[in-house]
């Protein structure tokens, strides 16, 4: 459910080890909290903070759009493939 709550501005409770690619997304965006699969006292804590830090919730919203709307929008991913294929970025 990574894409559907960038899409929609939320911060993301990301369920993954560290480098999974929806961590490494999550974590080098700000765009929520990675927790290790099995980390039950993490989602505990990933939660409370939210809920005493309406800004950060703000912030991680926020940066997950505009990660969403950077990276993975049709539009973004056919500009990805035409780079990969023709090995040069697509003429605005």
Known sequence: KLYPSMAAGT??????????????????HDAGVRVSQGDVDGVVDA???WMA????VTRQGDNAREAFEASFTADAS???????????????
Not at 11 to 28: N, Y
Not at 86 to 91: I, L, M, N, R
């Open 11 to 28: 911060p993301v409770l990301c369920l993954a080890q560290s480098g999974d690619d929806e961590a490494r997304i999550v974590e080098g």
């Open 47 to 49: 939660v409370e903070s």
């Open 53 to 56: 830090d309406g800004d950060r």
């Open 78 to 92: 056919i500009d990805d493939y035409y780079e990969l294929l023709t090995g040069s970025a697509p003429q605005e």
